[in-house]
Nanobody, 124 residues
Framework: QVRLVESGGGLVQAGDSLRLSCAASGRTFSSAGMGWFRQAPGKEREFVAADPWSGGDTYYADSVKGRFTISRDDAKNTAFLQMNSLKFGDTAVYFC?????????????????WGQGTQVTVSS
């Protein structure tokens, strides 16, 4: 059974940093695309960042570019999202997602596995 478990969320003040982790189990994701999405109350789930594994590039939503960094430790089957200079508008439940293959997409339906989410709340 494949599981993705996020951790690291919490309540912080604007300008603070958080590091989210996504621990995968049940299969290796060392050659698979990984992504982070978020969903605020009353809004649709939106793309945040992706690491396609192939090609070496990473991709970010314009709203987080320059502040967030996605990374991965394939030896530990874990992905990370470093979030700096957090803003009130970053408040949401953050979800880790993984594909069965390499690659990336803005679209949630392109990802095959999902975590349960971790709450990030930024106070202004």
């Amino acid at each position: 059974q494949v599981r993705l478990v996020e951790s690291g969320g919490g309540l912080v003040q604007a300008g603070d940093s958080l590091r989210l982790s996504c621990a995968a189990s049940g299969r290796t994701f060392s050659s698979a695309g990984m992504g982070w999405f978020r969903q605020a109350p009353g809004k649709e789930r939106e793309f945040v960042a992706a690491d396609p594994w192939s090609g070496g590039d990473t991709y970010y939503a314009d709203s987080v570019k320059g502040r967030f960094t996605i990374s991965r430790d394939d030896a530990k089957n874990t992905a990370f999202l470093q979030m700096n200079s957090l803003k009130f508008g970053d408040t949401a439940v953050y979800f880790c997602a993984a594909r069965r293959v390499s690659g990336w997409s803005y679209t949630p339906r392109a990802y095959d596995y999902w975590g349960q989410g971790t709450q990030v709340t930024v106070s202004s």
